[in-house]
T-cell receptor, first 118, second 112 residues
């Protein structure tokens, strides 16, 4: 099946610094990518929808200035956590759907990024 | 927006037994319902999905049923094995450009 690569798989950063997470669709083009956040033993919560060439759409309660999303190409979306704080520590997961597939196609997920802010 | 409820939150079965996990959704426009298995520290892996024009789908030991009228769908795992132990999530969406909305997850434990 199609592959979505997410990098890094884990990162530790100091409070106040920024961290960038990359999400790449390796063998298909994705007009839209999605970013989720998952706390321990909880479900995946949608943070934002990343649209190629336009601004991301953020879910209610998600700070767009804190979680910067860029989707500059059909195969790459990035999430930058700015001025990170310990409460931003979480598991971040991206997802992508192919633009060439039929409606309701499978959503492919990256392997996730474990962010720890100290 | 869409809301997905999932039950039970935990499920313990003996090896060889069947396991059933149920989900309900709120948005009648939703027409794609996948199930994911997630192991600790990893991203979710699709195990089976169903579209709204189908009532049931089966893949070896795994099956999913969909009742559009009642807006609920279920995952059935037969002849469970210890390696089936994981967290399972149901999800719903409408259209290829929309996000999946997830249920809260079910922790399945299969003891030998």
């Amino acid at each position: 099946g199609a592959v979505v690569s997410q990098h890094p798989s884990w990162v530790i950063c100091k409070s106040g610094t920024s961290v960038k997470i990359e999400c790449r669709s390796l063998d298909f083009q994705a007009t839209t990518m999605f970013w989720y956040r998952q706390f321990p033993k909880q479900s995946l919560m949608l943070m934002a929808t990343s649209n190629e060439g336009s601004k991301a759409t953020y879910e209610q309660g998600v700070e767009k200035d804190k979680f910067l999303i860029n989707h500059a190409s059909l195969t790459l979306s990035t999430l930058t956590v700015t001025s990170a704080h310990p409460e931003d520590s979480s598991f971040y997961i991206c997802s992508a759907r192919s633009i060439t597939a039929a409606m309701n196609t499978e959503a492919f997920f990256g392997q996730g990024t474990r962010l720890t802010v100290v | 927006g869409e809301n997905v409820e999932q039950h039970p939150s935990t499920l313990s079965v003996q090896e060889g037994d069947s396991a059933v996990i149920k989900c309900t959704y709120s948005d009648s426009a939703s027409n794609y319902f996948p199930w994911y298995k997630q192991e600790l520290g990893k991203g979710p892996q699709l195990i089976i999905d169903i579209r709204s024009n189908v009532g049931e789908k089966k893949d070896q030991r795994i099956a999913v049923t969909l009742n559009k009228t009642a807006k609920h769908f279920s995952l059935h795992i037969t002849e469970t094995q210890p390696e089936d132990s994981a967290v399972y999530f149901c999800a719903a969406s409408y259209g290829a450009g929309t996000a999946l909305i997830f249920g809260k997850g079910t922790t399945l434990s299969v003891s030998s």
